[in-house]
């Protein structure tokens, strides 16, 4: 292993590692935990009063405004809960357009005016905060000096505790607006496409029969993908401590070909951090149910059971968040980026969504025979056409510099949006773009496995379809384009707006027929007709969907700095006008920011490959130069005629390397007119010319003596545990 004395003395700590305490599991199980740190609702039940608790639900359940009055019973129960379990502060947490989480807490103590204190929170306090907006980026929507920003209470997502070693603080989910009640966060605009989409979707389920419709609500359930690495070698690493990905670093000799870590044994520090962060997320009341090994060597996963979509979002935060923190308890850094490491699968994160209510159900349950069910077929069918007609809006909606690295390379789905049915709910809507309706489907099959002691299995009616960005799976779509780093409320905010504008068109046919049975036909057969070629059940990552994929005329934006402009076109603005979601000038605001968010990825990064390979990797290698011409001058003064071969090539490499950091600086050093004309800049220059730098590095690491390379390895990092 490595010879260098940072890098061994990373390895030893590795080596020597020991577990903190146990967790205390014996005591109190982690089921036992739930929800501690979370005042429920059945916690408001429990200590509001009646009339307070009826117009809480209203507004939870039924989507009605807040009754005001209600507030300061809240606020009174809440305060009470909280400082009975030892919280000194308060705070609002919010999530402005970076996708980031933010928070200001203050402590629920006043000055009494007679030298003591008092504490206090008003139900003022509960329902509106101000903390300073002016860092914040805003896209223009305010100038740096207009400080002012509200944030306000969400009622629909419970708030909690967030313990430290010194103290707990009731942390409040809120919006996040500016002073002109424009939205400047990711919450804002999903809690409106809720409302959007409830709307439609019971004109949909009144108009198709259903005398009592309740409210229709988005649900998600997101998993997480994440890398772990020892935190010395994190540390070492200047790269992934800036960046989050390595951006040199040549191949291990065993990457994931044997597929061996794929679902494999947990490793026992592995497998401690686990149960601890999982408990921390079940005390938060954070539902994760599966944990278990991803493709990749130091990769792994968690996923939740599902929720409202709102409370998904913000307890995807938080699993971000409390992930990354326990992580340093057990000596590792947590990398939630979509790529951290060249050659190998990177990290996303499927969103599974479906939409319901309490008295239709799961409006994409298909049930056995889905060619008979109008309700599945008329909501799938919505689907099939917002993702159609809305598929740039769709890949605007998960792209980032992070995500580029990882879309479309074996690991993930291509950055072409397509739609998978399988094979069952393929062949009914086949059936209707064929002859205009569907008269039969394929049944539910059973599997003997040929061992009398197993007993025989039900097997679904299609097979599933990991290269599919958005794949339905039985009961749910799941759009697997996501980055692991992303906020998940855009993407969502995106697809209930598309799905609420595809349930309008249809409930407007509905509601005006006189025979509802024929316009759903009509409504069918027309989807079927007009976006039938966004179904794709193939191999998405081969190189003849891409052609095909074209020739359809799906559209395939590469790149941030190709599909980010979808924002600005017409009929998006028209769209999220039209339902309440986003004004023009919010719209504008997340083009802006994520815009400025993947130019700034990259000038960070560049900044990094220049800066590690003057300083590290340029000297490592001229000091291994230097060492094979000293050798070579003392053969020859001893009469020895020396092998200077590799002294050759590796000079040759060096000076690859320099003009590489050279042709770097140079490009990265050119001015762009404007951010849109930076990002393609920064696509068609920069990021190639970092490319080339890391080449020549990569190339070198595989000679320059060990115990001169500067920088921790693929080897050590992906396998040391």
Partial sequence: MSGNAARLSAIANVVGYELPEPIGYEEKHSGELFAINAFTFDKMKETLPKAAYKALMKTVQNGEPLDPTAADAVASAMKTWAMERGATHFGHIFYPLTGYTAEKNDAFFDPDGMGGIISEFTGASLMQQEPDGSSFPSGGIRQTHEARGYTQWDVTSPAYLVENQNGLTLTIPSAFVSWSGMATDKKTPLLRSMKALNTQ??????????????????????????????????????????????????????????????????????????????????KLGVPVKTRHNEVAPGQYEVAPVYENSNTAADHQQLVMTIIQRVAQKYDFACLIHEKPFAGINGSGKHVNVALGNSTQGNLLEPGDKPHENPQFLVFCAAFIRAVHKYAPLLRAGIASASNDHRLGANEAPPAIISVFLGDQINDVFQQILDSGSASSSTPIGEMNLGADILPSMLIHAGDRNRTSPFAFTGNKFEFRAVGSSQSVSGPITIINTILAESLDYFATQLEGAKDVKKAINSILAATMEDSHQIIFNGDGYSEEWHKEAEERGLPNLRTTADALPAYLDSSVEELFEKYGVLNKTELHAVYDVALEQYNMTVNVEANLVLEMGKTMIYPAAVRYQSELASAAANLKAAGIEPDTELLQMLTGKIADLKAALIALQAAHSEEAEDAAAESFHNRDAVLPAMLAVREAADFLEGYVADDLWPLPTYQEMLFMR
């Fill in 201 to 282: 979707a019971q004109r949909v389920l009144k108009a198709l029969g259903n005398k009592e419709v309740g409210y229709v609500t988005a649900t998600a359930g997101c998993e997480q993908e994440y890398f772990l690495v020892d935190r010395n070698f994190y540390l070492s690493r200047p790269d992934l401590l800036n960046a989050g990905r390595t951006l040199f670093g040549a191949a291990a000799p065993k990457g994931q070909e044997f597929d061996d870590h794929y679902f494999g044994a947990i490793n026992g520090r592995v497998s401690a951090f686990m149960y601890d962060f999982e408990r921390e997320l079940y």
